[in-house]
């Protein structure tokens, strides 16, 4: 009897511990998604800084382009104060790209704008934060994807049930996956 109640004990220990090594590899998971969307949210604070300097170098050259400016201007103010979720900062970011392509757009048609010094280090400066946003955002949706396989797949989801919810990854619109640019940051 001592035996059998040995192996039994046996057992139980190594399946408390098997538990305890999947419920702190899905902990880890989980926090490797926080810390990634952290570098991500970093990142498009980055581009919101960015903007107001952007808009303020074409309304010098463009004044009369007034309604690219305020689209570009309220995309920016719904993307700072949009809700910390994935999927509301897919959506604000998406007008906010789209509206600062729209910008971009506008600069192009004034030769002495593209060629200004400001106008260029900003734009160089949007290339790297651009950059910068696509890295996080392909780091951020792998470790979803690590995350999300973990928390679906035996034995984690034994262990997942309601404490481990699917994450959602970050996309964008396919227009808005190169880094807006003017074509070339040479003077005209």
Do not use: C
Not at 153 to 175: I, S
């Amino acid at each position: 009897m001592t035996a059998a109640l040995a192996v039994v004990t046996a057992l139980v220990v190594v399946v408390a511990l098997g538990a305890i090594v999947v419920f702190n590899m899905l902990v880890r998971a989980r926090n490797a998604v926080t810390n990634s969307w952290a570098l991500v949210d970093t990142e498009l604070e980055r581009r919101h800084d960015l903007v107001p300097n952007l808009v303020e170098v074409v309304r010098g050259y463009a004044s009369h382009e007034r309604t690219v400016l305020d689209e570009v201007v309220a995309a920016r103010t719904a993307a700072v104060v949009a809700a910390p979720t994935v999927a509301a900062r897919t959506a604000t970011e998406g007008e906010l790209v789209a509206g600062v392509q729209r910008l971009l757009a506008v600069a192009e048609q004034y030769p002495d704008l593209k060629a200004g010094e400001q106008f260029l280090a900003l734009q160089r400066r949007l290339t790297d934060i651009e950059d910068r946003i696509a890295v996080a955002r392909r780091v951020f949706n792998a470790n979803v994807r690590d995350y999300n396989t973990a928390i679906q797949t035996f034995p984690g989801m034994l262990l997942a049930g309601r404490r481990f919810l699917p994450a959602e990854p970050f996309t964008v619109a396919e227009a808005d996956r190169a880094a807006p640019t003017l074509g070339s940051d040479e003077p005209a």
